[in-house]
């Protein structure tokens, strides 16, 4: 009798391939909206943390009234450092403000995809965007992957560029490493090819008869399919 095989095993959802998250240190999102960030509210950054759960480093920040938050660094903070929220903060590296009130050109990051989601795009060490232009209440961003998108502008946006961003700079060097890496996010690691096993691991598997169907659906539940199914292209792109 054969096995399910590995992506219907973690497909499964099994504490087996979960992320350790119990290893994660703090949960990171903007404040709250309320009757501060209307006017603007400071605070001090109190230290630098290295959190396993992302990529960046994260800054504690505690405000003046008292309320600590975790936030994505901007690259050249520094402790005991002051940066301010809200609609009238001054536009300079580690301020938050509304897209709104953020001249065009300016580099960002750590964007909200909705006003009040806490911050979703651009988050990643090194990560940068940037304010293309304006029109009506949505601001044409560039992300770091080049593509455009349009924001409300009333989402809230950290200025300058994320801490950390020569990271993937250095090689690992030694396999343990990125196994180790891989671990922390719940990512399998080493990612065999399917047509390199057997036959009962998996469908591409075995000697002969290396091929697949492509255009399969999308309603199969989480690891049913393999390959490229609900595919828009296949085969390498053209230049």
Same mark, same amino acid.
Not at 18 to 29: L, Q
Not at 38 to 45: Q, R
């Given at each position: 009798?054969?096995?399910?095989?590995?992506?219907?095993?973690?497909?499964?959802?099994?504490?087996?391939?979960?992320?350790?998250?119990?290893?994660?240190?703090?949960?990171?999102?903007?404040?709250?909206?309320?009757?501060?960030?209307?006017?603007?509210?400071?605070?001090?950054?109190?230290?630098?943390?290295?959190?396993?759960?992302?990529?960046?480093?994260?800054?504690?920040?505690?405000?003046?009234?008292?309320?600590?938050?975790?936030?994505?660094?901007?690259?050249?903070?520094?402790?005991?450092?002051?940066?301010?929220?809200?609609?009238?903060?001054?536009?300079?590296?580690?301020?938050?403000?509304?897209?709104?009130?953020?001249?065009?050109?300016?580099?960002?990051?750590?964007?909200?995809?909705?006003? /009040?989601?806490? +911050?979703?795009?651009?988050? @990643?060490? #090194? &990560?940068?965007?940037?304010?293309?232009? $304006? !029109?009506?209440?949505?601001?044409?961003?560039?992300?770091?992957?080049?593509?455009?998108?349009?924001?409300?502008?009333?989402?809230?946006?950290?200025?300058?560029?994320?801490?950390?961003?020569?990271?993937?700079?250095?090689?690992?060097?030694?396999?343990?490493?990125?196994?180790?890496?891989?671990?922390?996010?719940?990512?399998?690691?080493?990612?065999?090819?399917?047509?390199?096993?057997?036959?009962?691991?998996?469908?591409?598997?075995?000697?002969?008869?290396?091929?697949?169907?492509?255009?399969?659906?999308?309603? /199969?539940?989480? +690891?049913?399919?393999?390959? @490229?199914? #609900? &595919?828009?292209?296949?085969?390498?792109? $053209? !230049?």
């Amino acid at each position: 009798m054969g096995k399910r095989i590995i992506p219907q095993r973690r497909g499964k959802g099994s504490p087996t391939y979960k992320a350790s998250s119990h290893h994660f240190k703090v949960k990171s999102r903007y404040r709250n909206i309320d009757e501060l960030e209307k006017e603007k509210i400071t605070g001090e950054v109190e230290d630098l943390v290295d959190d396993p759960a992302r990529t960046t480093i994260l800054m504690k920040v505690r405000y003046e009234n008292n309320e600590v938050g975790y936030l994505p660094a901007p690259e050249g903070i520094t402790i005991g450092q002051q940066i301010s929220e809200g609609q009238k903060a001054e536009p300079k590296t580690g301020s938050i403000m509304r897209l709104k009130e953020i001249p065009e050109g300016f580099p960002i990051f750590n964007i909200e995809n909705n006003p /009040g989601d806490g +911050g979703k795009i651009a988050k @990643s060490s #090194g &990560s940068i965007s940037w304010i293309m232009s $304006k !029109k009506g209440n949505k601001a044409k961003i560039k992300l770091p992957s080049k593509k455009m998108k349009e924001v409300n502008l009333n989402c809230r946006a950290t200025i300058g560029k994320a801490a950390g961003g020569g990271r993937t700079d250095k090689p690992m060097l030694k396999a343990g490493k990125n196994f180790h890496k891989k671990k922390a996010r719940g990512t399998k690691y080493p990612r065999v090819r399917g047509v390199k096993m057997n036959a009962v691991d998996h469908p591409f598997g075995g000697k002969e008869h290396h091929h697949a169907i492509t255009k399969k659906g999308k309603m /199969g539940s989480p +690891g049913q399919h393999v390959g @490229s199914f #609900g &595919s828009k292209q296949t085969g390498r792109k $053209k !230049k």
